[in-house]
């Protein structure tokens, strides 16, 4: 990454926030999916309900029913399905553009067109979660996502405890190159600290993208979760438990 846009994302990171205190009386797990293929609607979505789990759905509208190097992007019928079932649709922009080299007025009108284009689909809903495409962050695109969604979910690696930015949820990714037992780690680590601990992956699938994994990895990571007796819920869902001030 370009030593400008490492400064900006720190920049982002340290200036612009949306402080609050989790204090939670257990652990929770979200499970996210970004773009999102049409395995992860299909695969993640069958394996988290065997266990009478949800998932967040970050989605880029501009991409629907087109070809990624995940695979295929997700067929618009499973959109109200996931929100029928419960689960939950975040934005991800409409172009899955990047904020390091868009204008700020490009960003507003692009995250418009995804609210706009999910109404035409599903009427009133309106995404409350965002997820930084390709993790970037500037400091006035931070302060637009910080206006329009009640949270923003980062690749920064690590778990939410005590004094979470909402504006920049620290997540872990799941795919294959990650050792599943540094993902039991972190699992543990959230039951000891209480804290809330959100993944992200992208297809799940039997030939799995550098940014997927398979269906059986990812089966073991929710049956772990199940197992220590964790509950999963939607970030929507979690965000609910903050105190609302
Ligand atoms: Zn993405």
Known sequence: MD???KIQRYLACLLVQQKKFLKLSEPVISFTFDDAPNSAFMNGAEILKKYGFRGTYFISLGLAEQNRPEGACFDIKHLTDVVEDGGELGCHTYNHIH???SRLSKIRE???KNQDKINEL???YRFTSFAYPYGEQTLESKKLVREIYDSARSINRGINYKCTDL???QAVQLDEHMDPQKVFDFIEQAIRTKGWLVFYTHDVQKNPSSWGCTPEYFEAIVKYCYNRNIKAFTIEKVIK???QT
């Open 3 to 5: 030593l400008y846009f």
């Open 99 to 101: 904020f390091y080299k």
């Open 110 to 112: 692009d995250l418009k």
């Open 122 to 124: 599903i009427p009133g």
């Open 167 to 169: 504006n920049n949820l």
């Open 241 to 243: 438990m903050f105190p």
